[in-house]
């Protein structure tokens, strides 16, 4: 595309149609540059290999240590291929775990939270973005400044705090602290500088819609591209977290990751089952990854921040 | 559209063109001050639910935290709070445990973030030649990403294990012999390091790798005109490029090896994890105050290695800062 001069061969459609329908501008962020002139070579091909071996290689002895008996998995020669003991494990971590109820929480608290950060994320992402007011970049910096703030910080009265409130050991004590994100506004704001121009906003008051109005037709459906992005990335991380489930939950009523822990930690763990939950634990999510890959990629490139 | 002047506040829908007088002048006024009131109220009213939330379960908590490290508080009875001053302070400042705990954190933040962001460095100008199937090696890469930290623990635990451990067995091949790699202090270290580094590389990948991409070619072609080779390219016109976001990465690496936790607390599972170890060999700050607020009962202590977490971050933090005005001025 970069390629074609504007002399040579002009693209009317395309101009159209972005003027038209007000889509946002193509980034140009991923133009080639750098090492892009020249191809890779054998070794470049070579080293990738081996990384991407090394990626993979844990989820696929996950798998066939879950297909296995502890025996096996302890022996003195690992097994490297899976075995056909995958769904006794299953059974006996199913069992062990409540991995159940685990699920369910799992999925309640990971969508809970991604709505609610895709709600407030995108609100706030689009007034820091457009909107004018005193203390606007006050405030911003006050947003990525608590992203340096580690959870380790604030644990044990949060923890007192929930108890007070009666939500010990409840889902709520886990869902309501991550309800918003700080890397969630930085993204949304990111994208909207970029993807929702003035005039369109103009327009819409021009037209009589009050703020509201304009976030619900305008702003909503110009970031929902960002809003997906910004969804998985969430749900993943929702799905992933440990540390404050792992103090807020109890045996009765954990999430996975809660489960998990509990299956290693509590007595003396048979590691076949142990890998069997673990299997349980992250096959949702990479089957997610290998759907939205991509988008998932393209979202961490373009946000560039760690959540 | 883009010419129009903005006419928003003053009443104004299409139709009120053609009706000149819709409404009483009353109303009207009426209309136009709630028009901007929503104007100057709707910015603070999107981004309050984060201010809101964050005040109450971030800020006020970590100011709470420091109140709760002056007193007693057990977890047997969350609401009897008993005033001890600094003691609780004074007490994990003598404690042996503590500075292993600092010094583990410490070092395991140095051995996981430094060979982690290097080879994320290399791979990113890797994967920034013109390659078959960019995608996937991006995807591939990142995979870990996906994977909890228990679930990642729990695998390497095996892999790290003495006896029957995947590590051990391919070293084996080597003529090495088995290395309890969960005792030492070196080893257990190296073992958590190495999670991490799994987790955390492809993800780093790919941060540099879209800076690489935002950096303009022309500084390339001139180097090349120059005669510079494809190595004095990425030492000369890369790095420095990416420099912002190689303090980026290392900044939020940092922080986040402040928080290691699952990683360690899995390694063995069961009271040996709870403590870091039969002798707190891998024990992190975050352990040691799970171990007291958690295993042990006793939050004050918990939340006065809370605090002392924050004096380290802010430490970082200063010497990240003059370390950065250091190499500002050198380039300069």
């Known amino acids: 595309m970069t390629t074609t001069s504007p002399i040579t061969a002009p693209d009317h459609r395309r101009v159209s149609k972005a003027a038209v329908r007000h889509e946002p501008p193509r980034r140009r962020r991923f133009k080639p540059g750098a090492g892009r002139q020249h191809h890779a070579g054998p070794f470049a091909y070579f080293a990738l290999v081996v990384v991407g071996l090394g990626s993979l290689f844990p989820l696929y002895w996950t798998l066939v240590a879950a297909s296995r008996t502890q025996q096996e998995v302890l022996d003195t020669t690992p097994p490297l291929f899976p075995g056909g003991n995958l769904f006794n494990n299953l059974e006996a971590a199913w069992e062990q775990a409540s991995l159940g109820k685990a699920i369910l929480n799992t999925f309640i608290v990971s969508s809970s939270i991604t709505l609610a950060t895709l709600f407030f994320c995108t609100l706030a992402g689009y007034a820091f973005a457009k909107m004018r007011f005193k203390g606007r970049n006050m405030l911003m910096t ?166 | 559209m883009a010419t129009t002047t903005p006419t928003r506040g003053v009443h104004g829908s299409r139709p009120s063109r053609r009706a000149p007088k819709p409404m009483s002048p009353g109303r009207q006024a009426w209309r136009s001050r709630l028009w901007r009131f929503d104007d100057k109220a709707s910015p603070y009213a999107y981004i309050a639910p984060f201010f809101l939330v964050f005040g109450a379960f971030g800020l006020y908590p970590l100011v709470y935290t420091g109140w709760i490290a002056l007193h007693r508080v057990e977890m047997t009875g969350l609401d009897q709070m008993e005033w001890v001053g ?64 228990a679930s990642a623990a729990l695998v390497f635990a095996l892999v790290f294990r003495a006896d029957g451990g995947l590590l051990n067995w391919v070293l084996g091949f080597f003529g090495a012999g088995e290395t309890n790699w969960v005792n030492g202090h070196w080893t257990s270290n190296i073992a958590i390091a190495v999670i991490v580094i799994w987790r955390w590389t492809g993800y780093n990948t790919l941060i540099y790798l879209a800076a690489m991409q935002a950096v303009p070619s022309d500084l390339y072609e001139a180097a090349s005109l120059d005669g510079a080779s494809r190595w004095q390219q990425f030492r000369n016109v890369t790095i420095p490029a990416l420099r912002p976001t190689i303090l980026f990465t290392i900044v939020i690496s940092t922080i986040g090896s402040m928080q290691l936790f699952g990683e360690p607390l899995l390694l063995e599972g069961g009271a040996n994890g709870a403590q870091g170890g039969t002798e707190n060999q891998y024990e992190t700050l975050s352990i040691y105050l799970y171990n007291y607020g958690w295993n042990l009962g006793h939050l004050g202590p918990a939340a006065a290695v809370a605090w002392a977490m924050l004096v380290l971050l802010l430490l970082i933090a200063a010497i990240n800062w003059l370390i950065g005005r250091f190499v500002r001025k050198t380039a300069a």
């Open chain 2, 86 to 149: 600094f003691g609780n302070f004074s007490k994990i400042l003598q404690e042996d445990e503590f500075w292993t705990a600092v010094s583990n954190t410490f070092v395991i933040g140095v051995i996981s973030t430094v060979p982690q962001l290097m080879v994320a460095l290399g791979l990113a100008h890797l994967l920034n030649y013109k390659l078959r199937a960019s995608t996937f090696w991006r995807t591939v890469i990142l995979t870990p990403y996906a994977t909890s930290v």
């Open chain 1, 142 to 307: 006050m947003v990525i400044a608590t992203l340096t703030i580690p959870p380790q910080l604030s644990v044990v009265p949060l923890f007192m705090m929930m108890s007070d409130i009666g939500w010990g050991g409840q889902l709520e004590s886990v869902i309501f602290p991550t309800l918003v994100s700080a890397f969630g506004v930085f993204f949304m704001r990111q994208y909207l500088i970029e993807a929702l121009p003035y005039e369109l906003i103009e327009a819409g008051k021009v037209d009589g819609a009050n703020n509201l109005r304009v976030v619900w037709s305008i702003v909503l459906p110009v970031a929902r591209p960002a809003m997906m992005v910004l969804g998985m990335l969430t749900f993943v991380q929702a799905w992933n977290d440990f540390f404050w489930p792992y103090l807020a939950l109890n045996q009765q009523n954990p999430t996975l990751q809660v489960a998990l822990g509990q299956l290693s930690a509590s007595y003396v763990p048979d590691q076949s089952i142990v890998m069997a939950g673990a299997l349980i634990s992250t096959l949702p999510l990479l089957v997610v990854f290998v759907i939205f890959g991509k988008q998932i990629v393209g979202g961490i490139m373009s946000g560039a921040v760690k959540g």
